[in-house]
């Protein structure tokens, strides 16, 4: 179907993103899904993951940390707990975080706690993996 898809992403502190786009995909708690104007109706969990949208060729990534997303057949509405755009994320700091992440998961300690410490390592390794794309590629 022809035309564009408004995608808006919001946090609690600020809208990020409010964009016509030709595709979005998105990490949902079942997996990833996409979505092209005239899509149907439908509400999704998100898990941590990457957002990407297209527009025209170019394709932009966002790191995505929970939340929900909604969906019409001309608007998709992320809700994110945090949410950071390719080019706001520093691969130096996102390359620190995932070593001290990878250190707390080795000290190990209680179940609480490493399971957190696993939910840093992922949180770090996604940040840090959609900077360092930008990075090579030169598009967000």
């Not at 035309?3 to 502190?13: A, D, Q, S």
């Not at 527009?55 to 707990?81: C, D, F, R, S």
């Amino acid at each position: 179907m022809a035309g564009k898809i408004l995608l808006e992403v919001v946090t609690p502190e600020k809208q990020l993103l409010s964009q016509q786009v030709d595709e979005v995909i998105a990490p949902g708690s079942e997996g990833e899904f996409g979505v092209l104007p005239g899509h149907c109706h439908f509400l999704s969990t998100l898990r941590i993951g990457e957002l990407r949208y297209r527009i025209g060729e170019q394709t932009n990534h966002m790191a995505i940390l929970w939340g929900y997303a909604e969906v019409t057949p001309g608007k998709v509405t992320i809700m994110a707990e945090i949410a950071e755009k390719a080019e706001d994320i520093d691969v130096d700091r996102a390359q620190a975080a995932v070593e001290r992440a990878e250190q707390r998961l080795k000290a190990g300690g209680l179940p609480s706690e490493v399971k957190e410490a696993e939910i840093s390592l992922e949180k770090a390794r996604l940040r840090k993996k959609i900077a360092e794309r930008t990075r090579k590629t030169g598009h967000a």
